[in-house]
C-alpha cells in the first residue's frame, strides 16, 4: 500500500481507537514478585498530572503521524532488553557514548521526536522529576490504547541510565529468525508465563517490517509456512540482493489489520501470512500453538494475559531508588 493510504486509513482508525479505547480496562499485575521497586501512582507527590501530560502530549502528535504507535511500542522493547527498561536507547552519540541506534538491530527505530515532545511537556510541569525510562513506557502504553488495545495500568518508579551500549544492542536485541526454544528463555528471564510470552508477541498486530526482516523466509528456498497471499507479495517486493542494496523504503503490514491493536495477528499467523520468522514459528510449535489459537478467538483473554506481560516487560532490570538518574535532556547523561 502506499503512505498516503495508510495514513487516511490510520487516520480514521485512530478516530476509532479514541472512543473505544476506554472500553477495555484491565489490571492483571499482581504482586508477583516482578515489579522490583516499581509502583503504580509513583509520581502522586511529585507531579501528579504526569500521565494526563503525557497522553496530551501524545495525542495532539500522534495524529501528525499515527505510524508512530507501532515504532513506540516497538522502542520500550529494545530499550528494555539493552542494560534494561533505563532509556539507554534515547542517549545520543557522544565522546564516552555510542548510540544504540547505530546497531543493525534498532533498523527501523523512529520517532524519538515524540518523546521529546513528551519531556519538555514534563519538564514545564514538573522539572527534573519524570524519568525518560517511565516516559517511554506510558508513551508504549498510550500507543496500545489509542489503537484500540488495552488500557494498561503502568508501574513507574524508573530511573534513566548514565551509559548505552550498541554492542550491548548487537547481542541483545533477538533477531527475527530467533527459535521458539530462545523465545521462551528470553521472556522467562523477565517472569513471563509461556501464555505472556506468546501474548507480549501479540505486540505484531500492529505496524510494519522491512524486506531485510523477512529475506531469511523467502530465499535460497522459501519457509513452507509462508503461504499466499503473503508469500506472493513478500517475493514480489523484496529481491534476492544482499542486505546492503535492499530498498529500506518497502515495508509491509505486519498483520492484515496492523493499524488496530486486536487479535487478527494470531488468526493471520495460524494462516500462514505471519510476517516474521518467529511469528509463523510459534503458531507451529506444539507449546505454543494452543495458546495462539486460544487468543485468535478470545481478544479478551489476549488483552489481559498482554497486560500483565507488558508490565513484565517494562520491570527488565530497572533502575530504582537512587539508582542511575533523572535526565533533564532525554538524548544526553545530566553533567
Ligand atoms: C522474539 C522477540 C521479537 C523479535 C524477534 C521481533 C522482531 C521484530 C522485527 C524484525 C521487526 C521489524 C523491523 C523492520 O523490519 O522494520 C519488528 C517490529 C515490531 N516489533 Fe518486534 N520482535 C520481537 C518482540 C517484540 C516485542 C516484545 C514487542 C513489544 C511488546 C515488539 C513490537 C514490535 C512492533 C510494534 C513492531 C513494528 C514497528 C514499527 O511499526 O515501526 N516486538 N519486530
Ligand atoms: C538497509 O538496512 C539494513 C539494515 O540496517 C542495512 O544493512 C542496509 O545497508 C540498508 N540498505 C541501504 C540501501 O541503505
Do not use: W
Not at 14 to 29: K, W
Not at 213 to 227: A, C, E, G, K, M
Not at 232 to 238: F, V
Amino acid at each position: 500500500m502506499t503512505r498516503q493510504t495508510l495514513v487516511l486509513l490510520v487516520c480514521s482508525v485512530f478516530l476509532l481507537g479514541l472512543s473505544n479505547s476506554e472500553y477495555y480496562s484491565v489490571d492483571t499485575f499482581g504482586g508477583n514478585g516482578f515489579s522490583k521497586g516499581l509502583r503504580f501512582g509513583f509520581y502522586a507527590a511529585t507531579c501528579p498530572k504526569v500521565e494526563t501530560i503525557v497522553r496530551e502530549s501524545f495525542t495532539s502528535n500522534i495524529f501528525r503521524d499515527p505510524t508512530a504507535a507501532g515504532a513506540l511500542i516497538r522502542l520500550a522493547f529494545h530499550d528494555c532488553q539493552v542494560g534494561g527498561c533505563d532509556a539507554s536507547i534515547l542517549l545520543s552519540s557522544s565522546d564516552s557514548i555510542t548510540s544504540e541506534l547505530v546497531s543493525d538491530r534498532n533498523f527501523g527505530i523512529r520517532r524519538l521526536d515524540f518523546i521529546d515532545s513528551i519531556k519538555s511537556s514534563l519538564e514545564a510541569s514538573c522539572p527534573g522529576v519524570v524519568s525518560c525510562a517511565d516516559i517511554i513506557a506510558l508513551a508504549a502504553r498510550d500507543s496500545i490504547r489509542i489503537s484500540g488495545g488495552p488500557n494498561i495500568p503502568i508501574l513507574l518508579g524508573r530511573r534513566d541510565s548514565t551509559s548505552a551500549s550498541n554492542l550491548a544492542a548487537d547481542r541483545s536485541i533477538p533477531l527475527p529468525t530467533i527459535s521458539v526454544d530462545d523465545t521462551i528463555s528470553l521472556f522467562q528471564s523477565k517472569g513471563m508465563t509461556l501464555q505472556e510470552t506468546v501474548a507480549i508477541l501479540g505486540a505484531h498486530t500492529v505496524g510494519v517490517g522491512h524486506c531485510v526482516s523477512v529475506l531469511d523466509r523467502l530465499y535460497p528456498t522459501q519457509d513452507p509456512n509462508l503461504l499466499p497471499p503473503r508469500s506472493a507479495q513478500l517475493r514480489a517486493q523484496c529481491p534476492p540482493t544482499p542486505p546492503q542494496l535492499l530498498n529500506n523504503n518497502t515495508f509491509f503490514a505486519n498483520d492484515f489489520t496492523n493499524v488496530f491493536f486486536d487479535n487478527q495477528y494470531f488468526r493471520d499467523i495460524l494462516n500462514g501470512q505471519g510476517l516474521f520468522g518467529i511469528d509463523s514459528k510459534i503458531a507451529l510449535d506444539k507449546r505454543t500453538s494452543r495458546i495462539v489459537s486460544m487468543f485468535a478467538t478470545n481478544q479478551a483473554y489476549f488483552f489481559a494475559v498482554f497486560s500483565s506481560a507488558f508490565n513484565k516487560m517494562l520491570a527488565s532490570n530497572v533502575l530504582t531508588g537512587s539508582s542511575g538518574e533523572i535526565r533533564r535532556d532525554c538524548k544526553v547523561v545530566n553533567s
